[in-house]
């Protein structure tokens, strides 16, 4: 099976006025293709340092990053956001859209940047699949968060990445709704992507098949799903 991801001895170091934060301390974690993988650990444990450093964000103090095979430890930033807008779609907990422009205009923003063919029938085509069809005009200021959340998701599919990583991305939502975006990241899944997500819920954990857990920047555990 493929390593879509393999980490090896990453460390982050934080240099923040005279004191240093170790956020990651030597972690190995390799990911195959097709992962459902779920990432806890208490508040500034490391999860967001660890998922920015996947996503191309940031990079390692040291340590060897491999993105489908390739080394992108070193990658200048150019190189970075190009790959990061082709492999990555990132998915936050508070949405992170644009509130005085549509859910089209949100989920065409990837694809102004990666130069996407038939941006249009594909960013209708993903509002679809996370059940917006009818809210396709409206800007995203008008929707509710668990509506905000399916568009923001819709952003992160356009460009048909490999890897979904997204970040506490049921924190601002009610359990229904919580819900509704598990159910959009297990048909993601279902259909090949790598879906990786922080939570700090158990149930939602539960749906990965794979959990690893962090305490101060190391993997303390990381235990495979029983089907
Ligand atoms: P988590 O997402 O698990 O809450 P983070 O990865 O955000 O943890 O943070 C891990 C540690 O690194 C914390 O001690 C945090 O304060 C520190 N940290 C995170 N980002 C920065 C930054 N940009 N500058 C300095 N310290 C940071
Ligand atoms: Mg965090």
């Known amino acids: 099976m493929e390593h879509i991801i393999e980490m090896k ?7 923040t006025g005279d004191e240093d934060t170790v956020a990651l301390q030597d972690i190995d974690l390799t990911v195959t293709r097709g992962e459902f993988l779920a990432i806890m650990g208490p508040s500034g444990s490391g999860k967001s340092t660890l998922m920015h450093i996947m996503g191309l964000l940031d990079g390692p103090t040291v340590g060897q990053y491999f993105l489908e095979g390739r080394d992108v430890s070193r990658l200048n930033d150019s190189s970075l956001a190009r790959l990061r807008n082709q492999k990555i779609g990132f998915v936050f907990q508070q949405f992170n ?29 993903v509002i679809e699949e996370v059940g917006l069809s009818d809210r396709v005009n409206h800007t995203s200021n008008q929707l509710s968060g668990g509506q905000m959340q399916r568009v923001a998701i819709a952003r992160a599919l356009v460009m048909n990445p490999a890897i979904i990583l997204a970040d506490e991305p049921t924190g601002n939502l009610d359990s229904k709704r919580s819900l509704e975006i ?4 297990r048909k993601i899944n279902s259909r090949g ?8 819920e158990e149930h939602i954990a539960r749906n990965a098949n794979r959990t690893i857990r962090l305490l101060d920047g190391k993997i303390i555990s990381n235990t495979e799903r029983i089907a």
């Open 97 to 125: 859209l644009l509130p005085r422009t549509t859910v089209l205009g949100n989920v065409l923003l990837p694809t102004i940047y990666g130069r996407l063919k038939n941006s249009r029938s594909r960013a209708l085509q």
């Open 9 to 15: 001895g990453i460390s982050k170091i934080y240099k």
């Open 193 to 200: 992507s790598t879906v990786i997500i922080i939570t700090h």
């Open 182 to 185: 598990i159910d959009i990241f």
